[in-house]
């Protein structure tokens, strides 16, 4: 387990740990008026806590970089200069703790404009705060999900600026750390696979069209982003479709090409572009997708998917599967698992001076 506990520097930035957080939404941003989009004081405490307890590197969820494209009326947005304000708190404090901040820009194309998962996660409209969700192609998520419209590509381009925008502001925002949300069935995965994907132009059809936006989206973001600063990219590796999905085989491909444009690590996880298909849910069910970009290109890796214990987690380092592990509904259950794990391991983490006690 002691693996968990070595730092980790990419660029110039170097990270106390392997154990991080992943971006995972929370949904209690303000809907409407002057401070939709801002954190509140929820999430202050939320990523608080963990930064408290132990964790490396916390990136935070899915933050818009358009009032379009939130997942929820209720999302998290980095579009404007009072959402950049409220930021300054938490990467303020978490920096004190020790921690990495890090954020995940986002769209979340035909997949926006849903409530929140607790009151079903169904497609809201206007009156309930919703809008017109859009996507590469006229083809909804899901029955029941609005047609999306389709984007033109004076409205692809604008969309790329909007990611370029959300980098400089996250920058200003005082995190260290960029993540480019390519995966889940949301925009940029939308472009991805050709399950979503029905253009004929030059931003459908073959692997390098169906990649362009995702590239040039990179390529703005690293032309603002500074050199000496990490950029991620998250990315499902498959569609877990048998025919017509985003393939394992096209991820380690253009985990290749990302690490050419300037992507310093690929964040890898799985699905979530096609309704109803099954996926082999089980503990750790999603790192041999890690393993094999690390093991076939020159990226480094964050692997995902049910890691729960620190075992676990430090035979995924020692076996060379990933360089570092997110752990997601586990944090949620114990803030501190990074700090009990060090203990478990005979490892030093940082301890908050008040919490000298706990030792």
Known sequence: MSALFQPYSLREVTIPNRVWMP??????AAPEGPLTGAPTDWHFAHYAARATGGTGLIIVEATAVSPEGRISPYDLGIWNDTQVEAFRRITRFLAEQGTVPA???????????????????????????????????AVPFAEGHPVPTELTPTQIHGVVGEFADAARRALAAGFEIAEIHGAHGYLIGNFLSPHSNHRTDEYGGSYENRTRFALEVVDAVRAVWPDDKPLFFRISATDWLEDDGWTPDETVRFARELHAHGVDLLD?????????????????????????????????VAAVGLITDAEQAGK????????????????????????????????????????????
């Open 23 to 28: 971006p995972m939404c929370q949904y209690s």
């Open 103 to 137: 954020i995940q820009l986002a769209h979340a194309g035909r997949k926006a404009s849903t409530d929140r998962p607790w009151k079903g996660g169904a497609p809201v409209g206007p009156q309930a705060h919703g809008w017109q969700p859009m996507g590469p192609s």
């Open 268 to 300: 890898v996880s799985t699905g979530g572009n096609a309704s109803g298909v099954r996926i082999p849910v089980a503990p750790g069910y999603q790192v041999p997708f890690a393993a094999r970009v690390k093991a076939e290109t020159p990226m480094p």
């Open 316 to 359: 995924i380092l020692a076996n060379a599967e990933a360089d570092a592990v997110l752990l997601g509904r586990e944090l949620l259950r114990n803030p501190s698992w990074a700090r009990q794990a060090a203990r478990e391991a005979g490892a030093e983490v940082r301890v908050p001076d008040q919490y000298h006690r706990s030792v």
